[in-house]
């Protein structure tokens, strides 16, 4: 830049630096605020059909069931919280000073929901696989047992596709 007596002179490249400057930083805060809207809608969709479940209980549904679904609610509600932080954090700090603080804080909140979010999803497929298999089995007695071990199935597969992946990824890479 060239400044004659208060009038600037931009070169074109610095210009236009600055400008992709600014689109990524529009960008990483779309980003992080998208996927932080889509983790709380989805938990937030959970949080419904449990809430559902919990006003309208099935003729069958003991006292475990019912710590079961409670324990997911709960757990569920955390989940919320925490996929909707960033954005209450971006409406308190804006405009930001330092968006590298901003990325690592909405990346905490965002992992440190996963969990529970994986909890609620473990506790709602447990509930279902319980409700489901009693109904259509109505005569074995075993599926109180079976059903948690068959609600880890997804959690399993998708475990063992991460690692693969990651494997193939370190392959590729050397």
Same mark, same amino acid.
């Given at each position: 830049?060239?400044?004659?007596?208060?009038?600037?002179?931009?070169?074109?490249?610095?210009?236009? &630096?600055?400008?992709?400057?600014?689109?990524?930083?529009?960008?990483?805060?779309?980003?992080?605020?998208?996927? =932080?809207?889509?983790?709380?809608?989805?938990?937030?969709?959970?949080?419904?059909?449990?809430?559902?479940?919990?006003?309208?209980? !099935?003729?069958?549904?003991? =006292?475990?069931?019912?710590?079961?679904?409670?324990?997911?609610?709960?757990?569920?509600?955390? =989940?919320?919280?925490?996929?909707?932080?960033?954005?209450?954090?971006?409406?308190?700090?804006?405009?930001?000073?330092?968006?590298?603080?901003?990325?690592?804080?909405?990346? &905490?909140?965002?992992?440190?929901?996963?969990?529970?979010?994986?909890?609620?999803?473990?506790?709602?497929?447990?509930?279902?696989?319980?409700?489901?298999?009693?109904?259509?089995?109505? =005569?074995?007695?075993?599926?109180?047992?079976?059903? !948690?071990?068959?609600?880890?199935? !997804?959690?399993?597969?998708?475990?063992?596709?991460?690692?693969?992946?990651?494997?193939?990824?370190?392959?590729?890479?050397?």
């Amino acid at each position: 830049m060239i400044t004659i007596k208060g009038m600037e002179l931009t070169l074109s490249g610095e210009k236009e &630096n600055n400008k992709n400057k600014e689109d990524t930083l529009i960008t990483d805060y779309n980003a992080i605020l998208r996927e =932080s809207t889509l983790l709380t809608t989805v938990s937030g969709f959970i949080f419904g059909f449990l809430f559902n479940t919990t006003i309208n209980t !099935p003729r069958n549904f003991t =006292s475990i069931d019912g710590i079961i679904l409670l324990t997911a609610l709960f757990v569920s509600t955390c =989940s919320v919280c925490l996929f909707v932080m960033p954005v209450v954090y971006h409406n308190l700090q804006y405009p930001y000073r330092d968006l590298e603080k901003f990325k690592r804080r909405s990346h &905490n909140f965002i992992m440190f929901g996963l969990i529970p979010g994986a909890i609620t999803l473990y506790l709602g497929l447990l509930l279902g696989l319980k409700l489901g298999l009693k109904l259509s089995f109505p =005569s074995v007695n075993y599926i109180d047992y079976l059903s !948690p071990f068959l609600a880890l199935i !997804p959690f399993v597969i998708v475990f063992i596709i991460f690692k693969e992946r990651k494997r193939r990824w370190l392959q590729y890479r050397h």
